[in-house]
């Protein structure tokens, strides 16, 4: 099965920094990798899909990229309303995967 | 406009069977590429895929459960359900279904059901 590691657990940033999340898988997956934003007693909401596809009435400071095992969720520039966890997954597999998920803090 | 949405919250027995439904619309399950997944997240802890239902019938389920899930439909097209078997008080979790596309994914969430497992 396929393993999907998020780092960090936990980050602390400030309002308006850039922020960045990895994802690394266990092996070498295909570009069906999607980035989930959770906020507490909500469903997750998929933000982009597809390693780097903005999903409809997500701010564009979100992007994704990577390849191969590797890939990243980057938000330009932090805002208040993203202080949420955020989960990468992996969906093409015979067994799907979610990564253990990040959590962004205020600073 | 699609919407899927679990059945009520449930408290259930240890060693008894869950039973779960989704109530979707929107969409039909005959459509191509189309699916329906269980994905459940045990509180102040992670996602877990849980089961995926495809609209040709195929099924995929999480190795580490295989043995106590199953998935099906309805006749009607309109509802999943996923039956887990010999619950265990680490099965108490949020569980949600969501909707599939090839394409993204688990795009469409439904709110999520607690279910408790407690004698």
């Known amino acids: 099965d396929i393993q999907m590691t998020q780092s960090p657990s936990t980050l602390s940033a400030f309002v308006g920094d850039r922020v960045t999340i990895t994802c690394r898988a266990s092996q070498t997956i295909s570009s069906y990798l999607a980035w989930y934003q959770q906020k507490p007693g909500k469903a997750p909401k998929l933000l982009i899909y597809k390693v780097s596809n903005l999903e409809n009435g997500v701010p564009s400071r979100f992007s994704g990229s990577g390849s191969g095992t590797e890939f990243t969720l980057t938000i330009s520039s932090l805002q208040p309303d993203d202080f949420a966890t955020y989960y990468c997954h992996e969906y093409n597999s015979y067994s799907w995967t979610f990564g253990q998920g990040t959590k962004v803090e205020i600073k | ?119």
Request: hydrophobic fraction near 35%; charged fraction near 20%; glycine fraction near 6%.
């Open chain 2, 1 to 119: 406009q699609i919407t899927v949405k679990e059945s009520v919250p449930t408290l259930v027995k240890p060693t008894q069977t869950l039973t779960l439904t989704c109530t979707f619309s929107g969409f039909s399950l005959t459509d191509f590429g189309v699916g329906v997944g269980w994905i459940r997240q045990p509180p102040g802890k992670a996602l877990e895929w849980l089961a995926l239902l495809y609209w040709n019938d195929d099924k995929r389920y999480s190795p580490s459960l295989k043995t106590r899930l199953t998935i099906t439909k309805d006749t009607s097209k309109t509802q999943v359900v996923l039956v887990m078997t010999n619950m265990d008080p680490v099965d108490t979790a949020t569980y949600y279904c969501a909707h599939r596309t090839a394409e993204r994914g688990l795009d469409i969430w439904g709110q999520g059901t607690m279910v408790t497992v407690s004698s």
